[in-house]
T-cell receptor
Framework: GEDVEQSLFLSVREGDSSVINCTYTDSSSTYLYWYKQEPGAGLQLLTY?????DMKQDQRLTVLLNKKDKHLSLRIADTQTGDSAIYFC????????????FGAGTRLAVHP | DAMVIQNPRYQVTQFGKPVTLSCSQT?????MYWYQQKSSQAPKLLFHYYDKDFNNEADTPDNFQSRRPNTSFCFLDIRSPGLGDAAMYLCATSRAIQGANVLTFGAGSRLTVL
């Protein structure tokens, strides 16, 4: 089956860290992705991780992958108001040609 | 800048009146996708083109059709829009290579059905 689950909403204070969580079902997924969608815009790739890695860091972003639990997280350090957006987790579904299956997105609200 | 452009950004149509949404890309990517995104839901893949090969998702209604006349352009045709088809329609492209499938998205076309 193909399913990606995310919590719908997260509120954090400016300067704190944000952690957005995701669970997926396809244990054969080779890559997992985080996309960001700002109001009125399309989805923009933030980062991705290969399934044989358990962590990837890119400036303020840290991705953690727990393959045993099929759990992916995105940590944003020093969250800023410009980080307010919807964040989508996605997996590459092994059953179809590199098809990306998205979660419903987590809306991140950053307040002063 | 190389990019994915969708037109129109906003489309209002009447129930049952056909609609065509367009997508163009300057990335020379060989794969083009159409996703439907409803509020607070995951983007749902409708179909994709791998070069000229059309790949329909099993649960995509017959009401949705697509055309890709050349590498740069792809169209989404909704033959008889219903109220349930009101959504954001996202076009995306990628290059078919080994490794991560990185999609580049357009800004979307928001469809309203009256």
């Amino acid at each position: 089956g193909e399913d990606v689950e995310q919590s719908l909403f997260l509120s954090v204070r400016e300067g704190d860290s944000s952690v957005i969580n995701c669970t997926y079902t396809d244990s054969s997924s080779t890559y997992l992705y985080w996309y960001k969608q700002e109001p009125g815009a399309g989805l923009q790739l933030l980062t991705y991780i290969f399934s044989n890695m358990d962590m990837k860091q890119d400036q303020r972003l840290t991705v953690l992958l727990n393959k045993k639990d099929k759990h992916l997280s995105l940590r944003i350090a020093d969250t800023q108001t410009g980080d307010s957006a919807i964040y989508f987790c996605a997996e590459t579904f092994s059953g179809g040609y590199n098809k990306l299956i998205f979660g419903a997105g987590t809306r991140l609200a950053v307040h002063p | 800048d190389a990019m994915v452009i969708q037109n129109p950004r906003y489309q209002v149509t009447q129930f049952g009146k056909p609609v065509t949404l367009s997508c163009s890309q300057t990335l020379n990517h060989n794969v083009m996708y159409w996703y439907q995104q409803k509020s607070s839901q995951a983007p749902k893949l409708l179909f994709h083109y791998y070069d000229k090969d059309f790949n329909n998702e099993a649960d995509t209604p017959d009401n949705f059709q697509s055309r890709r006349p050349n590498t740069s352009f792809c169209f989404l045709d909704i033959r008889s829009p219903g109220l349930g088809d009101a959504a954001m329609y996202l076009c995306a492209t990628s290059r078919a290579i080994q490794g991560a499938n990185v999609l580049t998205f357009g800004a979307g076309s928001r469809l309203t059905v009256l």
